[in-house]
């Protein structure tokens, strides 16, 4: 980190500021995330600055996405329209650039933004306890619930076939077809092959089952795209949501991707980047506190298709452990990577999390008779033949 370069970055979007503390979000896979601490005018304060990736399409977009989601938020938060109870909501908003009067600033081949930071609060890495998952499933409901009503015409694509689960699979086939796997040592070829095999019999169903999806129609919503538990700011004294940030993947698109994609990593206990894959498993009772919670505020009429939410949590385990292995054979040019073999160990965990998860959809399809929620008995009986 150059303090150097970061104190004049900070003075772009403020006159008087004096840096007193750098600190790196460690938890994020794509963009570079610092927690500023300086004095502003005389006055001690934090900001967030970060560095945006290059894997969007166009930096004016992910800013303009991230503007009028917030925006429409504090227009809810301003008519009291999101008091469920009587608990704080904040949103991350961008900070103007003093220096161009936008909210980008291209610095140095880079590109980089400002926003608020929320006081008061935490993030974790790990589910702490069940009642955390509750709250987390109550702060998505609550996220969701602040995003109704908004116009998706408005938004613009930041990322090109974001969560396009066919587009990850045609990019891992050509992957496979045209690797070198002779260049890889005899123990990482038969962990990378042990994963292709293991993959495809699981490609050929998803395969069939995004036809099947096709068929039953599902109301678009905006989405957060990202949902994960780091994602999910606590109120440092009492634990309850207090934010969900990191919006540069809102779209639109179906409840049913969030939902499966916060449950994925809420009931993942292990944490993403576990000691050991023996750790890896899908906690169910984790997955119901989260349900209790989500499903605690009555929700806005539409077709959401939540009786559709095991073949969501499928489908998004199986596409993100193929884009973990498809960005390890790409050499690490999508995900973080603090390691060679990082996104390749990254992918055998989401494939071992996948493995406990299709042993345990009985029980889900139980939890969810619970919210008179009836899942399709076929997709049950059909997933669990495949392991």
Known sequence: MDFNKISLITRNFFYNSKILKIDLIDSGLINKTYIIEHLNNGEKCRFILQRLSNIFDSYENVNMNHRLITNHIKRKLKNNNLKYDNKRWEVPCLIKCNSNNHFLLPFDSDYWRAMQYIDDTLSFDILQDKLMAYQIGLGLAKFHGACSGFDLQKLENSIKDFHNTKYYIDQFNMSIKDYSFKKLDDNLNERVQSLIFGLSN???????LLGYLNLNLIDNSLIHGDPKLSNFLFDIQYKYVVSLIDLDTVSSGYLLTDLADCIRSVCNIAGEDPNTLGNVYFDINSCKYFLNGYFSIPYQNGEYGFELLPEFIYL????????FLNDFLQSNIYFKAKYQTHNLYRAEVQYRLLSSFV?????????LHEFGISSDPTFISDIQKIV
Do not use: G
């Open 202 to 208: 699981h490609i050929k169903y998803v395969e069939f």
């Open 316 to 323: 998004i385990i199986v596409e993100l452990t193929i884009r």
């Open 359 to 367: 042993s345990q959809i009985p029980i889900l399809a139980n939890s």
